[in-house]
């Protein structure tokens, strides 16, 4: 349309107003309404709590703010001329039609900062408030003696400019009935009115490119290989302020340091999202069963079938940007202090509870066997993990700091998923091993810190200390540490460098009396460093591609044995 033609039927009065709110309001409902009856299912109510990815950290529970209405009124002495409203300017397209219906009509009154907010979407009750409005004021011009003559006039307006735009007319009147049957039909045929589904997929191309078989003393296979996992994730809210969480999950991706059968003999260079050991490759399993709900504004309480603690509550991630799945740092031991790291998954309860804007908790209990039924298992008689942390946020949330600690206990002959029955499931095979037909008892201690420098450049440190104890036997001592830098947005936005630096899991002393399989008394005999560098780059919104190394020197702390290296490329698709 030519925007004369446009200044002409906007500067008319009552009736032209009326027409154009119908048609915008008909047009919102039908491609607004469907999403935001799915927004208002998807939001935790007013108030949440978010679970922190990468360096986001968590959220303090937030209410939501008050949505700002916009004014119609009858009053006059409100509002008397347009110019009243500052972000309205004589230049702007819609001036006379605006002018019209303040100075003339007296329908709208703006804002309460004495905007009009022009570009703003108009809502259903807005449109209902001005309608009802000028219908009062209709009724006044019918019942004074210049009327006839308004209303003659403007209907002889409107029947120029229905003639005039009769095609286009035509043309809106049939893309809205075409609209309202593409949304019924999507109504009609949506996957769930109370489930969302989402997915991410992961393609790994790598391999080792140097090292030996810490067992063997024999070159690692040089092999590259091609690789995937999958995770799909059914969320669904009941009252729109819970949510239960189903993960699906498999693949294929042989972690390079798993178990002392791995191809490097050690947990250490471990990758993360890697298969579990136990299944087969592609096997899908129920990687995680969640029922999250908030009791009171400052509370969420999560149950879990499948999961653990930490990791449902986000615990690890205000401190650690190299946290995420299928995301962000390469390995097991670069996102997590081995604090967090202790048990496999299974069922359990956690609580996280905002102290005030600056002071959280968290804790939680698993009991990764907890659903088997056999001695030495179950949920209270088995393997057990309890948990708990205090996390600080700066007022500007630049800088976090959190403090753990965790109790666990492992049975004799207990199992796992992650090929080891008690430990951290990364670094020196000593500092996961156990003392045959013995139960073993862990207090594990860590410190994380995060600081963004500024909005290109965020550092995070932490340290973990735990104390071994094999029961009836004697006690051991494991440390590990870890710092990383990290680049927000570099080279695109949305992109991530990053660099991390730290010695994983080490077992650094020994009773004299235990033996881990080295010997009587026998520790680690040296520090190994790990170095690991990695580009997330974000091709689409959906699409990201991350080549990395591993660099490990000494593997399982051992100096004679030489640095391994591996190269890996992974993109992630979501969903």
Same mark, same amino acid.
């Given at each position: ?20 709110? $119908? ?126 003559? $308004? ?82 994730? *059914? ?36 990758? +993360?999202?890697?298969?579990?050991? =136990? ?84 804790? =939680? ?28 946020? =700066? ?7 959190? *403090?753990?600690? $965790?109790?666990? @206990?492992?049975?004799?002959? +207990? ?15 000593? $500092? ?13 201690? &860590? ?9 290109? *450049? ?11 104890? @094999? ?11 870890? +710092?990383? *830098? ?61 080549? &990395? ?27």
């Amino acid at each position: 349309m030519k925007k004369t033609a446009w200044n002409l039927l906007l500067s008319l009065p009552i009736s032209v107003f009326l027409l154009i709110l $119908a048609a915008s309001t008909k047009t919102l409902a039908n491609e607004g309404g469907g999403e935001n009856q799915r927004t208002d299912k998807e939001n935790l109510s007013n108030v949440s709590i978010n679970i922190p990815t990468s360096d986001n950290g968590t959220q303090i529970i937030a209410q939501k703010e008050p949505v700002e209405e916009l004014s119609y009124s009858l009053d006059e002495s409100q509002l008397t001329s347009v110019s009243q409203l500052s972000d309205v300017q004589p230049t702007d397209w819609a001036f006379q039609a605006l002018q019209s219906l303040v100075e003339r009509y007296g329908c709208i009154a703006g804002y309460p900062d004495s905007t009009f907010k022009g570009n703003r979407a108009l809502s259903r009750y807005e449109f209902a408030a001005g309608l009802n409005a000028c219908l009062d004021q209709v009724n006044k011009l019918i019942a004074s003696s210049t009327s006839d003559l $308004a209303l003659k006039t403007d209907l002889e307006s409107i029947q120029r400019l229905t003639e005039e735009f009769s095609t286009e007319l035509a043309q809106l009147r049939g893309r809205l009935d075409t609209l309202e049957a593409r949304t019924a039909e999507i109504e009609a045929n949506q996957f769930s009115t109370t489930t969302k589904l989402s997915g991410q997929v992961q393609f790994v191309l790598g391999g080792v490119l140097a090292g030996n078989n810490v067992i063997t003393k024999k070159a690692a296979p040089r092999v590259i290989t091609f690789q995937d996992a999958v995770q799909l994730a *059914l969320n669904t809210s009941f009252t729109g302020k819970d949510q239960l969480r189903l993960v699906l999950s498999g693949g294929n991706i042989e972690s390079l340091g798993q178990t002392r059968a791995g191809l490097f003999g050690t947990f250490d260079g471990r990758t +993360a999202d890697n298969r579990v050991p =136990s299944l087969q490759p592609n096997q899908i399993r129920v990687g995680g069963i969640r029922y999250r709900f908030p009791i009171g504004s400052n509370t969420q309480f999560n149950i879990f079938a499948q999961s653990d603690g930490a990791n449902e509550i986000g615990l690890s991630g205000p401190t650690n940007p190299f946290e995420g799945s299928f995301s962000n740092g390469i390995t097991r031991f670069s996102r997590r202090n081995m604090v967090y790291n202790y048990g496999d998954t299974g069922p359990g309860i956690a609580i996280l509870h905002n102290l005030s804007d600056q002071w959280q908790l968290g804790a =939680s209990y698993s009991a990764p066997n907890g659903n088997d039924p056999s001695p030495n298992n179950g949920l209270f008689t088995g393997r057990y993990v309890a948990f708990g942390q205090v996390t600080y946020f =700066s007022p500007k949330r630049n800088f976090r700091v959190g *403090l753990s600690y $965790a109790n666990t @206990y492992s049975p004799p002959g +207990a199992t796992g998923l992650s090929g080891t029955n008690f430990g951290p499931a990364a670094g020196s095979n000593l $500092a996961n091993s156990t003392v045959p037909g013995a139960g073993t008892v862990g207090n594990l201690y &860590g410190l994380g810190a995060l600081y963004r420098v500024s909005p290109k *450049l965020t550092a995070n440190a932490f340290v973990g200390y735990s104390a071994h104890r @094999y029961l009836g036997h004697g006690d051991g001592q494991v440390w590990n540490w870890g +710092a990383g *830098l990290t680049f927000p947005d570099l080279g695109k936005k949305g992109s991530l460098g990053a660099l991390f630096v730290g010695q994983a899991p080490t077992l650094t002393s020994l009773s004299k009396n235990v033996d881990l399989g080295a010997g009587k008394g026998q520790a680690d005999k040296d520090t190994s460093l790990h170095i690991e560098g990695w580009y997330q780059y974000k091709l689409t919104d959906n699409i990201e591609v991350t080549p &990395g190394f591993i660099w490990v020197t000494a593997p399982d702390s051992d100096a004679s044995n030489p640095a391994s290296l591996v190269g890996w490329l992974r993109t992630t698709f979501r969903f």
